[in-house]
């Protein structure tokens, strides 16, 4: 069974950083994509950013030339770097993967690590 833990989260000042961590135990599949995602209170959940199996990355606009996504592969870790942080990056941010077991399409979340940015 796949699981996924982020930490890394936490109480920072506008203009900060944090580094979430997203590590991937208890099991094995072809992951295609790790992904990102935050919800804010009262909003929908999008997608921050990703990564995926060839390297390609991707960033919602609101977050680039801030955020940095990056993995260790020998850790089973997916990173992101978060600079310049303000209170609109207020959020839980949870740790996505996608991929296959065999033939099957499979994905799995994190269980969220929150992020709050005082002004």
């Known amino acids: 069974q796949v699981q996924l833990a982020e930490s890394g989260g936490g109480l920072v000042q506008a203009g900060g950083s944090l580094r979430l961590s997203c590590t991937n135990s208890g099991g094995t599949f072809s992951i295609t994509a790790i992904k990102w995602y935050r919800q804010a209170p009262g909003k929908q959940r999008e997608l921050v950013a990703g990564?995926?199996?060839?390297?390609?990355?991707n960033y919602d606009d609101s977050v680039k030339g801030r955020f940095t996504i990056s993995r260790d592969n020998a850790k089973n870790t997916v990173y992101l770097q978060m600079n310049s942080l303000t209170p609109e990056d207020t959020a839980v941010y949870y740790c996505?993967?996608?991929?296959?077991?065999?033939?099957?399409?499979?994905?799995?979340w994190g269980q969220g690590t929150q992020v709050t940015v005082s002004s």
């Open positions: 990564i995926r199996t060839g390297g390609s990355t």
């Open positions: 996505y993967a996608e991929g296959y077991s065999g033939l099957a399409y499979r994905y799995y």
